[in-house]
């Protein structure tokens, strides 16, 4: 049974969303920040989250850069020994910041490492689109919006690479549990006039689909997608190719098919739980228009979880 929980053409209109909220008692309620980008033409793409678990007194910073021939990588989950609502205080630490310009339009991500500095500003390119509350298991409330992306790379020998692109972001706030799904898409798709952002859900005997296309004349769902993903011959048989078939509710259809813009343009994670493991693969992407040509670029992910008794 497919449900379909989006909203269509719902957007954020509270610049107070973009701020951090007042947690529930529920251990683990958690609000994350999502960023990520790609300049295909430097092929340098990567992502960032911060999330904040108050009720479980941590944070989680995740910074994960690719360019063609590396990949940076930066994990901590450090205490969290007071819960503030400031988003200054909340949203950084030695390595990884993240600056709130305006509200709903403008971020900028910074990442400062022995190796190099890393500098880029979003700024929103579409309204945000709110996926309404309870559209997905994953989140109680959640936004996205494609946008626009520039800064610069630095490396320790000062040689420079200007940053010139796309990315996506995205907020959630409420109680998050990874190991109860079977197993998730989730896709963020930018081209030149349009963008997708889409989730997939396989719940127990339900599969929620919540997602849209947007662009400059407003925000659609979707009403159908289809995923095949063809896998690796790796330990792991992670994904390697992946194609999309989604159709909106004005009855546009695309094609769209995506692969790694590096072979190490990806990442693994894996949460164990009793009786099994949760392992989630993000890959920043090159896609295709498979009926026109065109190229783009972006995320696809896929969640599955793996019960061993």
Not at 23 to 52: A, H, Q
Not at 153 to 167: D, Q, S
Not at 229 to 253: A, C, H, L
Request: glycine letters at 6%; charged letters at 30%; a positive charge.
């Amino acid at each position: 049974m497919i449900e379909m929980k989006d909203r269509s053409r719902m957007v954020v209109k509270k610049e107070e969303d973009d701020y951090l909220h007042d947690p529930d008692t529920t251990l683990k309620w958690r609000e994350s920040y999502y960023f990520n980008w790609v300049d295909l033409k430097n092929k340098i793409s990567g992502f960032s989250t911060i999330g904040i678990v108050p009720n479980e007194k941590k944070r989680e910073l995740v910074f994960f850069l690719f360019t063609e021939d590396k990949r940076e990588a930066y994990y901590r989950e450090p205490p969290l020994e007071k819960y503030d609502k400031n988003i200054d205080m909340m949203l950084q630490d030695k390595k990884l910041a993240y600056k709130l310009i305006k509200p709903l339009k403008t971020w900028d991500i910074m990442f400062k490492s022995h190796k190099l500095e890393f500098k880029i500003r979003f700024d929103a390119r579409y309204p945000h689109h709110y996926f309404g509350v309870g559209s997905s298991s994953s989140w109680h409330q959640h936004f996205e919006a494609s946008g626009n992306i520039k800064g610069a790379l630095t490396y320790k020998n000062e040689n420079t690479i200007n940053i010139n692109g796309y990315g996506q972001r995205d907020k959630s706030w409420g109680y998050r549990d990874w190991h109860k799904f079977q197993k998730w898409f989730a896709g963020h798709f930018q081209f030149e006039n349009w963008t997708c952002g889409f989730r997939k859900d396989y719940i127990h005997d339900k599969v929620d689909l919540s997602g849209y296309i947007a662009d400059a004349k407003g925000s659609y769902r979707l009403s159908q997608l289809d995923i095949n993903v063809q896998y690796n011959n790796d330990q792991y048989k992670s994904p390697q190719i992946t194609t999309y078939f989604i159709k909106d509710e004005n009855g546009r259809e695309f094609h769209i098919e995506a692969r790694l813009i590096q072979k190490h343009s990806f990442i693994r994670f894996a949460r164990d739980f009793p009786g099994g493991y949760t392992e989630l693969f993000e890959q920043m992407v090159i896609m295709k228009n498979l009926d026109t040509g065109e190229i783009g670029s972006g995320m696809a992910e896929q969640l599955r979880t793996i019960r061993q008794n």
